[in-house]
């Protein structure tokens, strides 16, 4: 007698596990998340990098339209960060007379990541302040204001960088791309904030 409800229940575990609902609930939410992501960054200018930069946070973001601005702006400051880190730990490739230029880029990008913490204070002041029915509109602004000033500390800082002839060939190139990577994720950031903030 027992045997039989035995394999009853094998055969219902394996009905259960092949269900549709079941393959459902276990793989479409990333998918799912996925598809969120790649049809809100297709209002970035650089789609391709926004889609790279936060999929592999899908599980965290999900569809949830704040969990993905939060998201963004946490990947733009990581990666200003790591490029401030990166630069300040070249300086043995700064070409004689280029210190001055260097200093003044390490403190632009310095100013670009504590514009950037400042844009994710305010988004935290955004749905704090909606949930007690205070205009949003001033923190929307200073999200808006502290992004746009991180993206012009990091075009400021590459450009003069270039210009300068500050760095050896091999280190300007790498700077560079690290630059333009911080700045991209950062107008992406803003991109999707502009779209999507009232949704906060």
Known sequence: MAKPLILLLAALSILYTASPANAATT????????????ASCSATLYPALCVQSLSRYAVSIQRNRSQLI???FSVSLDEAQSTKTIFANKLNGVKPGGMAVVKDCLEQIGDAVDQLRESI????NIGQAKGVGQDVEFHISNVQTWTSAALTDLSTCT?????GEALDGGLETSVRARMDGAARVTSNALA?????GNEL
Do not use: G, H, Y
């Open 159 to 163: 450009d003069a960088v270039v210009a």
């Open 70 to 72: 939060q998201t963004a």
């Open 121 to 124: 204070e305010e988004l935290k």
């Open 192 to 196: 999707l904030f502009n779209r999507f």
């Open 27 to 38: 793989s479409s939410p990333s998918s799912s998340a996925i598809d969120f992501i790649e």
